[in-house]
């Protein structure tokens, strides 16, 4: 069993986050029987209504700093981030996938592109 991992259990419908459990290697990883025991929030409530995403615990590390909340899509069964908006702290803004992800992708993109770019320059 990996024991840098995150838990997150999070409501089936909705998506919010019910408990969330770190292990960073330095405490070894309790069983889900246990979480489920050891949460008032998951032993009182009927077990198909919940379900559990495990990620690798530095995974989304900046995004989960600098988000202001989090859930889990019901759909795609992946994170989303909330994250403020500086020129309006008050206002509540939509979940959106990893910005760090997304930073990532356009990073693939402009390199493809900038590939691609420099093969029409050298006539290849």
Known sequence: MDTNIR???YDKETGDVLVERGFNGFVTPTSIE????????LSERNANSY?????????????FSEASSYRV??????????YR?????DVEQ???KSLSEAVEE???????????????????
Do not use: C, W
Not at 85 to 89: A, L
Not at 106 to 124: K, N, S, T, W
């Open 106 to 124: 356009q990073m693939d993109y402009l390199l493809d592109v900038d590939f691609r770019l420099l093969m029409v320059e050298m006539g290849i």
């Open 51 to 63: 379900r559990l995403l495990e990620i690798p615990f530095t995974q989304y590390s900046q995004d």
């Open 7 to 9: 838990r997150i259990y």
């Open 34 to 41: 246990k979480d489920i025991a050891d949460f008032k929030v």
């Open 73 to 82: 899509n019901p759909e795609t069964k992946e994170l989303e981030f909330q």
């Open 85 to 89: 908006d500086p020129n309006e702290p």
């Open 94 to 96: 939509p979940y959106i």
